[in-house]
């Protein structure tokens, strides 16, 4: 065969991701806000010999590593989206950045209580003025960037990238009389989910900066109340609620990453979607079904189809609904040798 014949049955696996999210230039505004805030405290800390200035700028500058990841992992996935020792593209290192990010909410929760605890047992004298006076600030920098990643309601912006249609047709399908090849028509569908619930690194830079926003809204509180009713236990114990609420949602966030770090099935209504269209037409049986993340929002599916009467692997692909994000899906074909069960028969 050509090699001009080969070309035509080839095709990328970059599925959108060398594109750039929106997520990306989002993430990056906020990261250099918060480093900005960061060189600020702490020059001001050290000017002004103020510890709690000096305390809140490294704590920001925790954040901004965080956040420096999430960048990194948008970078990377975009320039390396096409390189070949990725079998199914860059799409997993959008989940492996969130995952990160949720290993670091966990460790910044339990520093989190262990400074409340040792405030608990060993009070130490509150200067309340200054320490106000960084939290305000703090809080105003970290409701910026919760509103900077919040827009379209934390990234729900399910952008629909339609530029080529449906199924790459990759059809390793042992139909019978037809050959082991590739019937692809190089159409790929690159349905770009970028939300909250698909785009996993942006979940994961939102909620650092909104658990350094919630930090902050509970240390403005206890601090009043330390100052005004005299409740100094008030601030080690915001500290102890803070720290529930972020091993909250880095638990949320390490269980949805590592399901698709290590390829746990599509969300259900995606694999009823599959099993329904296609069971749906003739005699149509799924002996084998996987379906599986390989970018926010996309999925591969390998799909084994038992019927009296084969058709090309193409057809069983057209049958799978665009709009449930499957754009590589694999086919194989076997043809059912019993007779059929006629309509009122027993089984």
């Given at each position: 065969?050509?090699?001009?014949?080969?070309?035509?049955?080839?095709?990328d696996?970059?599925f959108?991701?060398?594109?750039?999210?929106?997520?990306?230039?989002r993430?990056?505004?906020?990261?250099?806000?918060?480093?900005?805030t960061?060189?600020?405290?702490?020059?001001?800390?050290?000017?002004?010999?103020s510890?709690?200035?000096?305390?809140?700028?490294?704590?920001m500058?925790?954040h901004?590593?965080?956040?420096g990841?999430?960048?990194?992992?948008?970078?990377?996935?975009?320039?390396?989206?096409?390189?070949?020792?990725?079998?199914?593209?860059?799409?997993?290192?959008?989940?492996?950045?969130?995952?990160?990010g949720?290993?670091?909410?966990?460790a910044?929760?339990l520093?989190?209580?262990w400074e409340?605890?040792?405030r608990?047992?060993?009070?130490?004298p509150?200067?309340?003025?200054?320490?106000?006076?960084?939290?305000?600030?703090?809080?105003?920098?970290?409701?910026?960037?919760?509103?900077?990643?919040?827009?379209?309601?934390?990234?729900h912006?399910?952008?629909h990238?339609?530029?080529?249609?449906?199924h790459?047709?990759h059809d390793?399908?042992h139909?019978?009389?037809?050959?082991d090849?590739?019937?692809?028509?190089?159409e790929?569908?690159?349905?770009e989910?970028?939300?909250?619930?698909?785009?996993?690194?942006?979940?994961?830079?939102?909620l650092?900066v909104?658990a350094?926003?919630?930090?902050?809204?509970?240390?403005?509180?206890a601090?009043?109340a330390?100052?005004?009713l005299?409740?100094?236990?008030m601030?080690p114990?915001?500290g102890?609620?803070?720290?529930?609420?972020?091993?909250h949602?880095s638990w949320?966030?390490?269980?949805?990453?590592?399901r698709i770090?290590?390829?746990?099935?599509?969300?259900?209504?995606?694999?009823?979607?599959?099993?329904?269209?296609?069971?749906?037409?003739?005699?149509?049986?799924?002996y084998?079904?996987?379906?599986w993340?390989?970018?926010?929002g996309?999925?591969?599916?390998?799909?084994?189809?038992?019927?009296?009467?084969?058709?090309?692997?193409?057809?069983?692909?057209?049958?799978?609904?665009?709009?449930?994000?499957?754009a590589?899906?694999?086919?194989e074909?076997?043809e059912?040798?019993?007779?059929?069960?006629?309509?009122?028969?027993?089984?």
């Amino acid at each position: 065969m050509h090699q001009h014949s080969m070309d035509t049955w080839r095709h990328d696996h970059t599925f959108g991701q060398d594109r750039p999210r929106t997520g990306e230039r989002r993430t990056l505004l906020v990261l250099l806000l918060t480093a900005a805030t960061m060189v600020v405290e702490i020059g001001a800390g050290l000017a002004f010999g103020s510890v709690a200035l000096l305390a809140d700028g490294l704590h920001m500058g925790s954040h901004a590593a965080a956040l420096g990841i999430s960048a990194f992992a948008y970078a990377y996935a975009r320039r390396h989206a096409a390189d070949p020792r990725f079998a199914f593209g860059t799409g997993k290192v959008n989940a492996l950045a969130g995952y990160t990010g949720a290993v670091l909410l966990a460790a910044f929760a339990l520093a989190m209580v262990w400074e409340s605890v040792a405030r608990l047992v060993n009070p130490v004298p509150i200067a309340f003025g200054w320490a106000i006076a960084v939290a305000v600030v703090g809080l105003a920098v970290n409701a910026a960037s919760v509103l900077i990643l919040g827009v379209h309601d934390h990234g729900h912006d399910h952008g629909h990238h339609h530029g080529h249609h449906g199924h790459e047709e990759h059809d390793h399908g042992h139909h019978q009389g037809h050959d082991d090849r590739d019937h692809g028509d190089h159409e790929h569908h690159d349905h770009e989910h970028q939300g909250h619930g698909h785009d996993l690194n942006l979940r994961s830079a939102y909620l650092h900066v909104l658990a350094d926003a919630l930090t902050s809204v509970l240390a403005v509180a206890a601090l009043l109340a330390g100052l005004f009713l005299g409740a100094w236990w008030m601030d080690p114990l915001m500290g102890l609620v803070g720290a529930a609420l972020v091993t909250h949602w880095s638990w949320g966030l390490l269980r949805d990453t590592s399901r698709i770090l290590l390829d746990h099935q599509a969300p259900e209504p995606v694999l009823r979607g599959v099993r329904e269209a296609v069971e749906g037409v003739g005699d149509n049986r799924l002996y084998d079904l996987h379906v599986w993340s390989v970018a926010p929002g996309v999925y591969a599916a390998a799909l084994g189809v038992v019927t009296h009467t084969p058709r090309p692997p193409e057809h069983y692909k057209a049958l799978i609904p665009a709009e449930l994000g499957v754009a590589h899906v694999t086919v194989e074909v076997q043809e059912c040798r019993e007779a059929p069960v006629l309509h009122g028969q027993a089984a």
